[in-house]
């Protein structure tokens, strides 16, 4: 089974701490994810990654740099955290195109909830 | 930006009753996929679907593919509550590079 992790499941930070939330995948996947999750809001795609040190902005970058320097691990960063980056944060994984025959089933953590106070 | 319209939003039943979640989209997807994510957790995979028309069931949810490959719908029989949860389709597109769009979602509560 695919084991995808995350370093917390509860976190509170205060304005303007520097966060990072780690994500670790068993499966040997290349490509990797960090959403956020709100209600009415759905999924928003933060960052992606399809190799080691290669990423590609989501739909809602700003506030965010992640880090890939191993396959396995996927790091989201708030450089500088606010209120409005309280919420449930879910990393997960994939196959490739190459080895996926194009249907990528994502496979996710438990989700880290922050709160910024 | 392609878009996944999810509905109902809200979905709160009695136990036995049936249902069906509808996903639709005016842009094509090569493949979708349907999650279900409890309280506190990350949603988990139930089933892909990949050729237009094409149904698949998983015990009492029934999944249904659109000849057309834009629209999609769950259907459940005799809901249970532990089918309670939030019920997410979410569909590839041909040059996604792996992302997904993500519906809004449907929290469905079945009560005993």
């Known amino acids: 089974d695919v084991k995808v992790t995350q370093s917390s499941r509860y976190l509170v930070k205060r304005t303007g701490e520097k966060v990072f939330l780690e994500c670790v995948q068993d499966m040997d996947h290349e490509n990797m994810f960090w959403y956020r999750q709100d209600p009415g809001l759905g999924l928003r795609l933060i960052y992606f990654?399809?190799?080691?040190?290669?990423?590609e902005k989501g739909d809602i970058p700003e506030g965010y740099s992640v880090s890939r320097e191993k396959k396995e691990r996927f790091s989201l960063i708030l450089e500088s955290a606010s209120t409005n980056q309280t919420s449930m944060y879910l990393c997960?994984?994939?196959?490739?195109?190459?080895?996926?025959?194009?249907?990528?089933?994502?496979?996710f953590g438990p989700g880290t909830r922050l709160t910024v106070t | 930006t392609q878009l996944l319209e999810q509905s109902p939003q809200f979905l709160s039943i009695q136990e036995g009753e049936n249902l069906t979640v509808y996903c639709n989209s005016s842009?094509?997807?090569?493949?979708l996929q349907w999650y279900r994510q409890e309280p506190g957790e990350g949603p988990v995979l139930l089933v892909t679907v990949v050729t237009g028309g094409e149904v698949k069931k998983l015990k009492r949810l029934t999944f249904q593919f659109g000849d057309a490959r834009k629209d999609s719908s769950l259907h459940i029989t005799a809901a249970q509550p532990g089918d309670t949860g939030l019920y997410l389709c979410?569909?590839?597109?041909?040059?996604?590079?792996?992302?997904?769009?993500f519906g809004q979602g449907t929290i469905l509560t079945v009560h005993p």
């Open positions: 990654s399809y190799d080691v040190k290669m990423k």
């Open positions: 997960a994984s994939s196959l490739s195109l190459a080895t996926n025959l194009g249907t990528y089933e994502q496979y």
């Open positions: 979410a569909g590839v597109s041909g040059t996604s590079y792996g992302k997904l769009t």
């Open positions: 842009s094509v997807f090569s493949s």
